[in-house]
């Protein structure tokens, strides 16, 4: 099951860096697509819609990432479930361990 969502986060963090790399950065990027500086109407993908398209896909994604990354973690507590201090010091409390008489 963990293996699963491991190829998963692996395939996340390789699309929020694609989807990343792709954002428009001064002049550079896939909003260049559109043809320029806009001018004509019939662009098929103009700057502000490729822009607005891959802020919200690389939001996505790291809404995913965070998400599948709070599963990861739940999943590896489970199979590695070990007693908390706070627990063993609540058993310690209601078994006190045996008083061994002090020789004087």
Do not use: C, W, Y
């Amino acid at each position: 099951m963990q293996l699963i969502f491991l190829v998963i986060q692996i395939i996340l963090a390789l699309a929020i860096i694609g989807s990343v790399l792709l954002q428009k950065n001064g002049g550079d990027g896939l909003g260049n697509l559109g043809g320029g500086s806009g001018i004509s109407g019939n662009n098929i993908v103009s700057g502000r819609a490729t822009a607005s398209f891959l802020s919200k896909a690389t939001a996505i994604l790291m809404t995913l990432f965070m998400i599948n990354s709070l599963v990861l973690g739940n999943l590896a507590v489970r199979e590695h479930h070990q007693e908390s201090v706070v627990e063993k010091a609540a058993e310690a409390i209601k078994n006190p361990a045996p008083q061994v008489p002090v020789s004087e």
